[in-house]
């Protein structure tokens, strides 16, 4: 069976056709999407819980704390200002998230909701480079859809009018849309720069690998198995790194 073909330059060019490739490489697929449809009745009233346990672990690390405080809040460094969970800024961009779940959860999947992802990605890296941060806040926004994610299936398989099958429909649909939006985030944060330190870390890599391999080749073969094995791994990271 030969592959299909996917031109290279319209995945960075064409935002439909790239969505149309990772729909079909995820096999998020119409019966995907119209299964989150479905489900919004459900739910929609989970999303509010699901929007305060992610701010409560955003708040649960410094780290991750400073990072809302100056890229999302659009605050300045200088300023010392303080954030609560109860704030009314809080409050504010709270509702701002949960409004994008409620489009989530009725998308038609068109070219104008395409767009929209795009834009929510785009808008995020603005606030970002306003405050001198740049790339360095995906790390934040990879770990949020990461969280989510988990809260979601959390949620979703807790939900008492579904039966089994309906559960792991809908936690394999989610999670799929997490990895499409995950992509957005990573088209506009992660830069060539970004790229090209990577193969250097993984070429640095490959030939400690080989230093090793040398040195025990002749006291363990086991070692010498162990480092092939994780040669090919690096070397599919970044084959994929260079792919994206």
């Known amino acids: 069976m030969e592959p299909m073909h996917i031109d290279r330059v319209r995945l960075d060019s064409d935002l439909v056709y790239r969505v149309e490739y990772l729909n079909s490489f995820l096999g998020f697929s119409e019966k995907d999407k119209q299964c989150i449809k479905d489900s919004a009745d ?4 989970l999303i509010p819980d699901i929007v305060d346990r992610l701010y409560e672990k955003l708040f ?3 780290i991750s704390k400073t990072a809302l405080l100056k890229a ?3 605050f300045k460094s200088n300023e010392n200002q303080t954030l609560e969970l109860d704030s009314d800024a809080v409050h504010s961009h709270k509702a701002v998230l949960i409004e994008y779940f409620n489009k ?6 068109d070219t104008a909701h395409i767009k929209y992802l795009d834009w929510v990605a785009k808008s995020i890296l603005s606030i970002s480079n306003d405050n001198g941060d740049g790339n360095n806040d995906y790390i934040f926004l990879n770990s949020i859809l990461g969280f989510l994610a988990g809260i979601f299936t959390d949620s979703l398989s807790n939900i008492s009018d579904w039966d089994s099958e309906t559960k792991i429909n809908n936690i ?7 990895y499409v939006q995950s992509d957005f ?7 060539k720069k970004d790229s090209e330190s990577l193969k250097s870390k993984v070429c640095y890599k490959k030939k400690e ?14 070692t010498l198995i162990l480092s092939v094995a994780v040669g090919v791994a690096l070397g599919s990271i970044l084959a994929f790194k260079s792919n994206n």
């Not at 985030?185 to 830069?191: A, E």
Request: hydrophobic share 50%; no cysteine.
């Open 42 to 45: 459900l739910v929609q009233p």
């Open 60 to 62: 649960s690390y410094d």
């Open 72 to 74: 999302f809040f659009e």
């Open 104 to 109: 989530i959860l009725i998308a038609e999947w």
């Open 172 to 178: 394999v649909a989610f999670n799929k849309l997490f």
């Open 185 to 191: 985030f990573s088209k506009y944060f992660i830069t």
């Open 209 to 222: 690998i080989l230093a090793i391999k040398d040195s025990y080749f002749s006291q363990n073969v086991s």
